[in-house]
């Protein structure tokens, strides 16, 4: 296989980092490596796990990124560090065991069959979203719907951050020039790359009752204008040959 690296931002994940890691670890794959990102606002013994896994095993590395301003910039940052140790692939994956490490391997293939992109989907068949309440459903379904008709994509899912790349098409954006803080990162991604070879893949989400502020809902109406009237002038993504 082609070598692999997972990104993966982490904030107080004591409890379920080290069973995390050991799972992706376990899949079958020689070259397949972890890279958690980490930043001050961890207060746990998250970084300390990361940290004895690495000691104990080289496909780990612990990315502490002190300049870090969010979830977000973690996620770039990982993706910077896996572009400069020479991944090939890359997949974004929550650490705080939303995601399963039994479905990275859908990502996997998908890549090896050559797609550039590869989406974790809630809402396709054979999809789901457990352990969330009614109203976060709501709000991400209708998010979805709401991004599509604003944007002019058609996937079935624009908020999940479960997702696979190419090394071409992550080193052919400008990885600083995202308007998105926060929720809103997913949707502009899949934006960015949707005149790309994309597919999407089932996943199956577990989520916690955390709360979506009104204001995040605000923020997300803005960013969707904003990517279509800034439609030309970002251009993250180049057409592949």
């Not at 098409?169 to 994309?198: K, P, V, W």
């Not at 923020?219 to 009237?229: N, V």
């Amino acid at each position: 296989m082609k070598k692999t690296i997972i990104v993966m931002p982490v904030a107080n994940e004591e409890d379920t980092m080290e069973r995390i890691l050991d799972e992706i670890l376990a899949l079958p794959y020689d070259n397949l490596h972890i890279y958690p990102v980490i930043d001050s606002y961890s207060k746990d013994r998250t970084e300390e796990i990361i940290r004895r896994k690495a000691a104990e095993n080289d496909k780990v590395k612990c990315i502490f990124y002190r300049e870090s301003r969010g979830v977000i910039s973690c996620y770039l940052e990982g993706f910077r560090q896996a572009l400069a140790d020479g991944a090939e692939q890359i997949v974004e994956m929550d650490g705080g065991g939303s995601h399963l490490p039994a479905e990275i391997p859908q990502f996997l293939a998908k890549m090896e069959e050559g797609y550039d992109c590869v989406w974790g989907s809630r809402f396709m068949e054979g999809g789901s979203m457990r352990r969330q309440p009614l109203y976060r459903r709501i709000l991400s379904q209708g998010g979805t719907f709401l991004a599509n008709l604003v944007l002019g994509t058609r996937l079935k899912d624009m908020t999940s951050g479960f997702e696979g790349f190419q090394r071409k098409i992550l080193e052919n954006m400008n990885l600083d020039a995202f308007l998105s803080t926060g929720h809103m990162y997913q949707t502009e991604m899949r934006f960015y790359c949707r005149n790309l070879r994309t597919v999407e893949v089932p996943i199956h989400y577990v989520g916690t009752a955390s709360s979506l502020k009104s204001s995040s809902v605000t923020e997300a109406l803005r960013l969707l204008f904003q990517l279509k009237r800034n439609e030309s002038r970002i251009g993250l993504a180049r057409t592949m040959e």
